[in-house]
């Protein structure tokens, strides 16, 4: 079983060479015949020169440079597309994915399973931090109905089918957990301790996984515009109601609110109304944009030799 492993690199310089030998050790004999397919994503340190010199030097590591900074989501497709294996293992090149669970997750695809997922335990993290994330994968798996572990992060290995399955998926915005969660197939837990970072920083803001955030809810259905249905519908009725009993008060007793009050109440309900509706609306249009366009994910500026005499010969 010949084994590709995708490795997305956004300016990681400083960890490449530290992460090949982490992961020629931990693969050594357990996992002989293997590729790994760096996907530099338009890094702007020295990511590339670093992948060129290690794809020189040990002919198991190959290279596929993107024009410009597409995302992480993209540099995975992309290495996908290009893995050749059996099977093909996802992992990030900081080594906050141990390359020794491979040993344990690999022999999981023998006993038959398609996919093994590596869950990282949030025990080391606070739990200010740890709660919107469960909170988060609660109400994705609500909306979505597409169950997404809490934890299960891009490190799993697949099948060839399970891969050619995610491949067959066109979408433009990806949101790969749940692509992984949507084809199915049987699926095995692995569960690893979180481990901080070796070099260079996350590329993760507060901005950019708020946006990752939404993606999840919405590729998967149009829940959350029935949600904002039923939240307007909510909000209109509390001033229906408010409205109601004001002029019943006004009836009975003669006591009117005052003209603050209402406009207050009005502009609220109204405004907050008209901003969860255009926001919900604008996101499903913006999304069919998108898939309109039918833009490539990515574009590649450069292979390693190894791969592009192979996209040469598939054409
Ligand atoms: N990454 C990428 N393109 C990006 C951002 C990140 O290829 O635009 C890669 C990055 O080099 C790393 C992996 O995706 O190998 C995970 O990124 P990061 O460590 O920043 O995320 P975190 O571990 O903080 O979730
Ligand atoms: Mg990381």
């Known amino acids: 079983m010949y084994l590709s492993l995708v490795v997305p690199c956004f300016n990681e310089e400083r960890g490449l060479q530290r992460f090949h030998d982490a992961l020629v050790a931990a693969l050594s004999e357990h996992v002989r015949d293997y590729e ?25 590591f190959r290279y596929v440079s993107l024009s410009r900074n597409f995302g992480k989501e993209p540099a995975m497709l992309c290495g996908l597309r290009h893995a050749r294996g059996d099977r093909v293992a996802l992992l990030d090149a900081d080594l ?9 997750m690999v022999p999981l695809l023998d006993s038959g399973y398609d996919q093994v997922v590596a869950r990282r335990t949030r025990s080391g993290e606070r739990r200010w931090r740890s709660l919107p994330a469960r909170a988060y ?16 992060g891009d490190f799993r290995v697949l099948s060839r089918r399970a891969v050619d399955a995610v491949l067959a998926l066109p979408e ?6 749940g692509l ?12 690893f301790r979180d481990v901080p970072r070796r070099s260079g920083r996350s590329k993760w803001t507060f901005g950019a996984l708020v946006d ?20 307007g519908a909510l909000v209109v009725s509390a001033a229906g109601a408010w409205a109601v009993r004001s002029a019943w008060q006004a009836i009975v007793d003669g006591s009117w609110p005052s003209a603050g009050a209402v406009l207050l109440v009005g502009l609220a309900g109204m405004g907050g109304l008209q901003l969860c509706f255009l926001g919900v609306l604008g996101e499903y249009l913006g999304r069919s944009y998108f898939e309109a366009k039918r ?21």
């Open 96 to 104: 906050q994915h141990p390359p020794e669970l491979l040993r344990r």
């Open 172 to 177: 433009h915005h990806r949101f790969s957990k």
């Open 36 to 60: 790994v397919i760096l996907v530099d994503d338009g890094s702007t340190d020295r990511t590339l020169r670093e992948a060129r010199r290690l794809a020189a030097a040990n002919p198991r």
């Open 212 to 231: 990752h955030g939404i993606d999840g809810l919405t590729s998967f259905n149009a829940k959350p515009l029935r949600s904002s249905i039923y939240l």
């Open 137 to 152: 994968y609660r109400a994705a798996r609500r909306f979505t109905g597409v169950r997404i572990p809490d934890g299960a």
């Open 295 to 315: 833009r490539p994910h990515y574009l590649v500026k450069e292979l390693s030799p190894e791969l592009g005499a192979d996209v040469a010969a598939r054409r």
């Open 180 to 191: 992984f969660a949507w084809i199915g197939f049987g699926t095995a837990y692995v569960s």
